[in-house]
């Protein structure tokens, strides 16, 4: 079998995966479309419907997919991965030929076989889900998957294979396998996320290294007199604690200006969020400044709703901001993800948080069409030069191990019935769930519309607990952890002018494949318990 029939059959599949992937998004969409008004009954017939068409599109494509990349053909998969070692294996250069040559990481292949399921195999099982995650503390329940995510035991046992690989043989490793198990994980990430080419990906720690990369570059725009002192930046208001300490360290210092688009909460439409942007960009281009750069978030932290970031990307567009990057640190897994079609110049989401990796391991996706990109890794090596993503697949000898399994954290994905987009899914429709059960027990309400939040819901918590600072939250928060055993964290909200027993409280809950009704039940009872106990945060010591 030739290398050239082995890759025009890759490209069937390819093509094949392409076309699935699309046809799963269609009908994803088309379903969420009706959810919201149809009959439980309805919505039961409708996911039926959707399982049972994208089944017989599987099949009709390529004949061998299932769910993105989950099944192929065993043969073509065996040639593909064994092409694409011969390819990877490097015997040169102080870092082997991916990293010794920088064009070697253009448009490689990924290697398939090691995520592929197949078509026998049955989905994972109640009882599956509890061994995997089986290392996490059974007394507590833990509804913030959201700060820190989650990672299986079959992923841990992946990771520590290798980090013992490393340590068995590290010359061996750095030489024959680093660079190679890297572009694998680049690879999977921009079949995921939709980009043209696997340069546009970048494997880095965590959504905060991504942000230094991008905002380096600005800082250099005004060190460098391409930006004049005054520009601005436009960031939300909600934007994450770090992002804003990160815009002040390299771009006020650096002589520009910040914006925030202050936004409201609880939150009643996408509409306002939307006019209160374009206000902010009004105000950015005030006395002759330009926005130079505008950091979106996909999915705010505290308080969390989804931003329409499609339209406020499109309006940056039509009001010449220089570059946009959004900020999705709870993107991939939590959100759908399409780079193609947000369109931003820049955009990072943990794997972490809601893609099952362990800690640690991002992405950073650069358009290539993005002019004037001058982007490095904050910690300089010698593959300094060689692009972004070489460059931050080697910042000094370290533990890399978390970020070479993405391959087998799709394995896992993949057991799941639709894949990355059923698990999503269903997160969402269970958050949402449980969220209303919670106000509909407290007499409060969630922060926003159920089509603004993602796997994580505002739940407003009764007003009588006496909730009248961020620190009353963070000591409520250890309170509840402390003495019933629920991870939650919890946002204060400032009363409004003339409000009367207003909120001031939303607890922010997650849903994960691993939690179960009871995780929220706990929470509720142990929130009527303060409330028939009198209590109020007043009550705890500083
Ligand atoms: C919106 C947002 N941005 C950035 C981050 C930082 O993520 P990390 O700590 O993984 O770098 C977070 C973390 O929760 C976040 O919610």
């Known amino acids: 079998m030739s290398g050239r029939v082995v890759a025009s059959g890759l490209r069937a599949v390819v093509v094949g995966i392409a076309n ?13 479309a009706v959810r919201y008004c149809g009959t439980h009954l309805t919505k039961k017939l409708l996911l039926y419907n959707f399982l049972h068409m994208s089944l017989n599109h599987s099949f009709s494509h390529s004949s061998c997919l299932l769910s993105s990349s989950s099944i192929l ?44 399921p197949v078509l026998s195999q049955p989905f994972i099982t109640p009882s599956d889900i509890l061994s995997e995650f089986s290392h996490h503390d059974p007394s507590v329940a833990r509804i913030n998957n959201g700060s820190f995510g989650c990672c299986p035991s079959s992923v841990l046992s992946a990771q520590r294979q290798l980090q013992l690989q490393w340590l068995q043989q590290p010359d061996n490793f750095y030489f024959n396998q680093l660079q190679s198990r890297f572009l694998e994980s680049r690879n999977i990430i921009k079949e995921i996320i939709n980009a043209d080419h696997v340069d546009e990906v970048s494997v880095v720690d965590n959504a905060t290294t991504a942000v230094a990369i991008v905002l380096q570059q600005m800082a250099w725009g005004f060190a460098e007199g391409r930006f004049h002192p005054g520009d601005a930046a436009v960031m939300l208001h909600y934007a994450y604690g770090a992002v804003k300490k990160s815009i002040e360290a390299y771009v006020t210092r650096a002589g520009g200006y910040v914006i925030e688009v202050p936004l409201p909460f609880p939150v009643d439409s996408v509409d ?45 567009r039509e009001e010449g901001v220089d570059q946009v990057f959004v900020d999705a640190a709870h993107g991939i897994g939590c959100v759908d993800v399409d780079v193609k079609e947000i369109e931003a110049d820049f955009y990072t989401s943990n794997l972490h948080k809601w ?140 009363p409004k002018d003339g409000e009367v027993g207003p909120v001031t409280g939303y607890a922010r809950i997650s849903y994960q494949v691993y939690n179960k009704v009871d995780d929220y039940y706990k929470f509720r009872d142990a929130i009527k318990q303060l409330v028939d106990n009198g209590f109020t945060c007043a009550s705890l010591p500083n």
């Open 355 to 494: 893609f099952f990796c362990p800690p640690s391991v991002a992405f950073l996706y650069c358009r290539r069409s993005t002019k004037s990109s001058d982007l490095h890794h904050p910690v300089v090596s010698h593959e300094y030069g060689n692009g972004l993503a070489i460059e931050s697949a080697w910042i000094g000898t370290r533990d890399y191990s978390a970020q070479l399994v993405v391959a087998k954290v799709l394995e896992f994905i993949n057991r799941f019935e639709g894949g990355i987009h059923g698990i999503k899914k269903r997160n969402h429709e269970a958050v949402v769930e449980m969220g209303e059960m919670l106000v509909k027990a407290w007499g409060t309400h969630l922060g926003c519309l159920p089509e603004m939040c993602s796997s994580m819901v505002m739940v407003g918590l009764p007003a009588c607990l006496g909730i009248s600072s961020d620190q009353d939250t963070l000591k409520l928060r250890t309170y509840l952890r402390d003495k019933f055993r629920v991870e939650v964290p919890i946002y204060y909200r400032a």
């Open 73 to 116: 053909s065993p043969f073509l998969i065996s040639m593909a991965s064994s092409l694409h070692t011969q390819t990877q294996t490097n015997t040169n250069g102080t870092n082997g030929d991916s990293a010794s040559d920088p064009k070697s990481h253009l448009c490689k292949k990924p290697r398939l076989q090691s995520h592929a």
């Open 20 to 32: 699935h992937s699309s046809f799963i998004r269609h009908q994803i969409k088309a379903f969420s």
């Open 272 to 316: 306002e969020i939307v006019q209160e942007f374009r206000k902010a960009l009004e105000r950015g281009k005030q006395n002759g400044r330009r926005v130079r750069l505008a950091v979106i978030d996909h999915v705010t932290s505290m308080p969390s709703v989804v931003i329409p970031v499609k339209e406020l990307v499109k309006i940056c």
